[in-house]
């Protein structure tokens, strides 16, 4: 079974301008999650999708942050426009469903925001 | 605030040399703690669930146990291979958020 696959590995931009990073689920999987980890701390989650839907983004800075997800299964993020304090690895999970099922995590898309 | 602490920071253990990871949790409603293994470049990888105090989990050297206030990730006679960082992470009732600790990095000496 494949894993869940992000693109591209390595991404690095200008302050102010914009990026988008896309994740491809474990087939079937209906439910999504990005995560933002910065060097050294452990992943916050941005946003939870579920199928086509968003269950919370609560931790999504609105004003640069946009994702969406489509027909339900893939999933892209975009920062528009980057800042400094953007720099991080951006990992996308997956998981059967919500609730007690077990996420799956991609290899993630490291960020440098110069 | 709803938030998870793991300690210590880094540890270094010769091989064979037993310890334990703790994770302490202040997660209101607390439905779900996980265990998740890191290495370097890549994503984390799933270890353990546990869902109520008192529940253990074991897996190769590695024991999971849950109290009201804390978890640990005891490591027994531990090989270099599982030199990696060690994270936890916890989920309310209706699993809409997931709070993680920012890790135990791990490192064993042959």
């Known amino acids: 079974e494949a894993g869940v696959a992000q693109s591209p590995r390595y991404k690095i931009i200008e302050k102010r301008q914009s990026v988008a990073f896309w994740c491809n689920p474990i087939?079937?999987?209906?439910?999504l999650y990005w995560y933002q980890q910065i060097l050294g701390q452990g992943p916050k989650l941005l946003i939870q999708?579920?199928?086509?839907?968003?269950?919370?983004d609560s931790q999504l800075p609105k004003d640069r942050f946009s994702a969406e997800r489509l027909k339900g299964v893939d999933s892209t993020l975009k920062i528009q426009p980057a800042k400094l304090e953007d720099s991080a690895v951006y990992l996308c999970?997956?998981?059967?469903?919500?609730?007690?099922?077990?996420?799956?995590f991609g290899p993630g898309t490291r960020l440098l925001v110069l | 605030e709803d938030q998870v602490t793991q300690s210590p920071e880094a540890l270094r253990l010769q091989e064979g040399e037993s310890s334990s990871l703790n994770c302490s949790y202040t997660?209101?409603?607390?439905?779900?703690l996980f265990w998740y293994r890191q290495d370097p470049g890549k994503g984390p990888e799933f270890l353990f669930t546990?869902?109520?105090a008192g529940e253990e989990k074991e897996k190769e050297r590695l024991k999971a146990t849950l109290t009201k206030k804390e978890s640990f990730l005891h490591i027994t006679a531990p090989k270099p291979e599982d030199s990696a960082t060690y994270l936890c992470?916890?989920?309310?009732?209706?699993?809409?958020?997931?709070?993680f600790g920012s890790g135990t990095k791990l490192n064993v000496k042959p």
């Open positions: 999970a997956s998981s059967k469903d919500r609730g007690r099922e077990t996420q799956y």
């Open positions: 087939s079937g999987h209906a439910t």
């Open positions: 999708f579920q199928n086509n839907g968003v269950v919370d």
């Open positions: 997660v209101s409603g607390l439905r779900g």
């Open positions: 546990l869902y109520s």
């Open positions: 992470a916890g989920t309310i009732y209706n699993f809409n958020k997931f709070y």
